[in-house]
């Protein structure tokens, strides 16, 4: 993954957001030992203070939980954590501005719950 370091998202917020993403994908595992923040600044070439922030934002969040004098570790359901914050989070914001963008556009109710079945119509027969 490479860092922007010029967007919107602070680094600890990408960082945080990358080890979210590898969680989901099964490449850290729950109750597995968390890269360090000198880890993540060597591999992202930050300062470990920025790595550590985004390793402390997740053990804000209780995806994350420290061991003293071991370090951290992703907690046993990280996963179902991860994907619900994302759900009311990220996703609420999306369909918010959906709708509102429905609304300017004119688009009623009953089209906009139609364009979405065809999307995801769409979607299932691509990945088959």
Same mark, same amino acid.
Do not use: C, H
């Given at each position: 993954?490479?860092?922007?370091?010029?967007?919107?998202?602070?680094?600890?917020?990408?960082?945080?957001?990358?080890?979210?993403?590898?969680?989901?994908?099964? $490449?850290?595992?729950? /109750? +597995?030992?968390?890269?360090?923040?000198?880890?993540?600044?060597? @591999? !992202?070439?930050?300062?470990? %203070?920025?790595?550590?922030?985004?390793? $402390?934002?997740?053990? /804000? +969040?209780?995806?994350?939980?420290?061991?003293?004098?071991?370090? @951290? !570790?992703?907690?046993?359901? %990280?996963?179902?954590?991860?994907?619900?914050?994302?759900?009311?989070?990220?996703?609420?914001?999306?369909?918010?501005?959906l709708v509102a963008e429905a609304e300017r556009l004119d688009v009623s109710e009953g089209e906009l719950l139609e364009m979405i079945k065809t999307i995801q119509k769409q979607?299932?027969?691509?990945?088959?």
């Open positions: 993954m490479k860092l922007n370091p010029d967007g919107m998202k602070p680094i600890y917020v990408q960082i945080a957001e990358w080890l979210e993403a590898e969680i989901l994908a099964g $490449n850290i595992q729950s /109750d +597995e030992k968390m890269y360090s923040q000198y880890q993540l600044a060597e @591999m !992202f070439t930050i300062n470990p %203070a920025t790595a550590g922030k985004g390793l $402390n934002l997740l053990a /804000d +969040e209780d995806i994350l939980y420290k061991k003293r004098g071991l370090g @951290m !570790f992703v907690v046993s359901d %990280a996963k179902e954590r991860i994907l619900e914050k994302r759900k009311s989070q990220v996703l609420k914001t999306m369909v918010m501005e979607k299932r027969e691509e990945s088959q």
